[in-house]
């Protein structure tokens, strides 16, 4: 690609969506928890702002534990690192760190320079038979080993906050009962106590999820439905493995 083309796949995207969409966010989160970097920023912030409405959970499932995770941090939204005068579509990574969807890449390619781009390595307009057998059996080598391997499921790590009623709670009890609840996908880990004030302690604890088999939102309802105990919980932190 020429270099004076786009400057960010992420800003590819949006061009060819017309706006920031949830379907371009489901793409672009695909691999990633955040729109750039390992934690939350001004990148995430203007493009939470610039979202229209809530993405829908069941068709976009990355989109929308972004946006629920970024929610979160609506408070603090002015602190977060970077440059809040920045447009979303000034962020996003080097066109290297990222696939632009295969249905795309003809009219993305077309775009920027078609002459200068040569997926199987000839530059001349005519093949003989030789060049297109060697192709062809490169290719259906390639699908074959493509096939052969199994893709490992996407998991994420998230710090929950569960906060209790008071500092009379038995955080304990409130533990156990978390503990007990067992989904497929679902690994608990390491827990804390976390002073909060006026001698109430937050219960802080980190687990592992697969994506497809986990919803935190599902988690987080379970977890307060232990109404003599919990009085809330909050996602911490969420960052993919």
């Given at each position: 690609?020429?270099?004076?083309?786009?400057?960010?796949?992420?800003?590819?995207?949006?061009?060819?969506?017309?706006?920031?969409?949830?379907?371009?966010?489901?793409?672009?989160?695909?691999?990633?928890?955040?729109?750039?970097?390992?934690?939350?920023?001004?990148a995430d912030v203007v493009s939470f702002k610039a979202l229209k409405e809530?993405?829908?959970?069941?068709?976009?499932?990355?989109?929308?534990?972004w946006f629920k995770h970024i929610a979160s941090y609506e408070p603090e939204f002015s602190s977060l690192p970077g440059d809040p005068s920045k447009a979303y579509t000034a962020f996003g990574p080097e066109k290297s760190e990222a696939a632009i969807n295969p249905k795309d890449?003809?009219?993305?390619?077309?775009?920027?320079?078609?002459?200068?781009?040569?997926?199987?390595?000839?530059?001349?307009?005519?093949?003989?038979?030789?060049?297109?057998?060697?192709?062809e059996e490169n290719l259906a080598a390639y699908k074959k080993?493509?096939?052969?391997?199994?893709?490992?499921?996407?998991?994420?790590?998230?710090?929950?906050?569960?906060?209790?009623?008071?500092?009379?709670?038995?955080?304990?009890?409130?533990?156990?009962?978390?503990?007990?609840?067992?989904?497929?996908?679902?690994?608990?880990?390491?827990?804390?106590?976390?002073?909060?004030?006026?001698g109430i302690k937050k219960l802080q604890v980190n687990l592992v999820v697969e994506d497809e088999k986990v919803s935190i939102d599902d988690l987080q309802a379970q977890i307060e439905a232990d109404e003599d105990h919990v009085q809330s919980t909050d996602v911490a932190a969420m960052q993919k493995l």
């Amino acid at each position: 690609m020429a270099d004076s083309a786009v400057g960010s796949l992420f800003n590819l995207y949006i061009v060819k969506a017309g706006c920031l969409t949830a379907s371009v966010l489901e793409s672009w989160l695909t691999t990633r928890s955040y729109i750039v970097g390992y934690g939350p920023s001004q990148a995430d912030v203007v493009s939470f702002k610039a979202l229209k409405e809530l993405p829908n959970s069941a068709k976009y499932p990355n989109a929308y534990r972004w946006f629920k995770h970024i929610a979160s941090y609506e408070p603090e939204f002015s602190s977060l690192p970077g440059d809040p005068s920045k447009a979303y579509t000034a962020f996003g990574p080097e066109k290297s760190e990222a696939a632009i969807n295969p249905k795309d890449a003809p009219a993305a390619i077309d775009a920027e320079d078609e002459d200068e781009v040569d997926l199987f390595g000839s530059d001349d307009e005519e093949e003989d038979a030789e060049a297109i057998r060697i192709k062809e059996e490169n290719l259906a080598a390639y699908k074959k080993k493509k096939e052969g391997k199994t893709k490992p499921a996407a998991k994420s790590i998230v710090t929950l906050d569960v906060k209790p009623w008071d500092d009379e709670t038995d955080m304990k009890e409130l533990e156990a009962k978390m503990r007990a609840i067992e989904i497929e996908g679902l690994t608990w880990g390491a827990s804390k106590l976390v002073p909060l004030a006026f001698g109430i302690k937050k219960l802080q604890v980190n687990l592992v999820v697969e994506d497809e088999k986990v919803s935190i939102d599902d988690l987080q309802a379970q977890i307060e439905a232990d109404e003599d105990h919990v009085q809330s919980t909050d996602v911490a932190a969420m960052q993919k493995l």
